[in-house]
């Protein structure tokens, strides 16, 4: 269903064959794209587990297999699908650090094909841990374009430090120009700062940032709530939005200064966030106000493309939150080695492209996929 130019984009066999296969020439009986390809199908069709894989992988009609790279048998004269031993096998061995950046960029190419050139490019970053595997728990680092959902880059945080400190790690395969990183409190770190906004000659990449601010930097959080009182306290919201939606209405207002005094690296503006949330009746249950500061001047965007800025960060939690209802992330606690991560890798890989092909309810389509898995190479651009 992925149109748009995604013609100039090679299908994703080619992009799986850049994996490195670990095991010795000889005595293969699959081959790693095969393999790979139809992990990756049952994933679209709902499979949570490396159990579910296999079985789903046994009921995948031959057309599909074939389609997916599969061979004939040379004595059954038919495609045998991998068992979950191998998969499971296979998905333990590979460089998963490898398959993330190949699929990461395979779908930041898809996502770009009908893209217009020259628009400001938003993308999220966030961290996810991965609950109750074998070995401890894994914590992954991933990067998301706001307007398709797409996650275009994904590292393991090592277990000693924190996804603070895996930004170069985490973006450093992915293009940046005309770009704006956002990232929760967090990442409202100078060295993140220096490293996005900064010049190249310094190590920078020469992108723009727009980060939330809260308590765990309080002098930049001071500075922040100081500027926005300066530019005139009580003055109307430079935007405001309504959201009503789910039984209730949320109002989004927006306050934008200039960020002149705040020494913060490459700051140009200063941004209050505040969110009204109402039920049916028009009562407040709820009300949250945060800042944030940004690289970003007014020709570049304005309060109102802010404000859609500061919403769209938390996109990449709703990302998150489709990998623990839809595939149950954080209660398959069977992986060791590098299969939580190839598995999350995945699970990236299947909501990512249900979004790119324009899917509202990801787990209704899931179902309907699982029922029909013909549906399968509706949305696999192979």
Same mark, same amino acid.
């Given at each position: ?5 995604? @013609? ?38 709902? %499979?949570?587990?490396?159990?579910? /894989?296999?079985? *789903? ?53 898809? #996502?770009? %094909? ?18 109750? =595997? ?18 275009? %880059? ?42 996005? #906004? ?30 926005i009182q300066a530019s005139g306290q009580g003055r109307a919201p430079d935007h405001t939005e309504l959201d009503r939606s789910h039984g ?11 960020? #002149?005094? /705040? ?25 949250? /106000?945060? *800042? ?27 990302? *998150? ?12 606690? @069977? ?8 598995? #999350? ?16 309810? =990801? ?20």
């Amino acid at each position: 269903m992925i149109k748009d130019g995604a @013609g100039k984009v090679p299908g994703l066999l080619a992009v799986l064959a850049l994996v490195p296969d670990p095991r010795r020439p000889r005595g293969r009986r699959y081959r790693l794209v095969f393999v790979l390809a139809v992990a990756a199908a049952c994933t679209l069709a709902g %499979a949570r587990t490396f159990r579910e /894989i296999g079985d *789903h992988a046994a009921d995948l009609p031959q057309d599909v297999l074939r389609d997916l790279g599969g061979r004939p048998h040379p004595l059954r004269r038919k495609v045998i699908a991998p068992s979950e031993t191998r998969i499971r096998t296979l998905l333990h061995l590979i460089d998963a650090d490898v398959l993330d950046q190949v699929l990461g960029g395979w779908l930041r190419d898809l #996502a770009d %094909a009908g893209r217009l050139d020259g628009l400001l490019t938003a993308i999220a970053v966030d961290g996810k841990w991965l609950r109750g =595997v074998l070995d401890g728990q894994v914590k992954l680092f991933s990067a998301m374009l706001h307007e398709a959902k797409a996650v275009i %880059a994904q590292v393991r945080v090592p277990d000693d430090t924190t996804e603070s400190t895996q930004v170069k790690a985490l973006l450093g395969t992915v293009g940046l120009e005309n770009a704006v990183v956002t990232a929760d409190a967090a990442h409202s770190g100078t060295e993140t700062a220096r490293y996005i #906004a900064g010049k190249a000659e310094d190590g920078g990449r020469e992108a723009d940032y727009f980060l939330y601010v809260k308590g765990n930097t309080p002098t930049l959080q001071r500075s922040c709530f100081d500027a926005i009182q300066a530019s005139g306290q009580g003055r109307a919201p430079d935007h405001t939005e309504l959201d009503r939606s789910h039984g209730r209405t949320v109002r989004r207002s927006i306050w934008v200064t200039d960020a #002149a005094g /705040i020494d913060f690296p490459h700051v140009k503006r200063v941004a209050r966030i505040r969110r009204d949330h109402y039920d049916s009746d028009g009562c407040l249950l709820s009300k949250e /106000i945060i *800042h944030a500061v940004t690289s970003l001047t007014d020709k570049k965007a304005s309060a109102e493309a802010l404000a859609g800025i500061a919403r769209g960060q938390w996109g990449i939690e709703s990302v *998150h939150w489709v990998r623990d209802t839809a595939w149950d992330e954080d209660g398959n606690t @069977g992986y060791a080695g590098n299969g939580p991560q190839a598995m #999350a890798t995945l699970r990236n890989l299947s909501v990512s492209l249900l979004y790119l092909n324009g899917v509202k309810e =990801v787990i209704r389509t899931l179902q309907a996929i699982a029922r029909d898995r013909n549906r399968l190479l509706d949305y696999l651009p192979l």
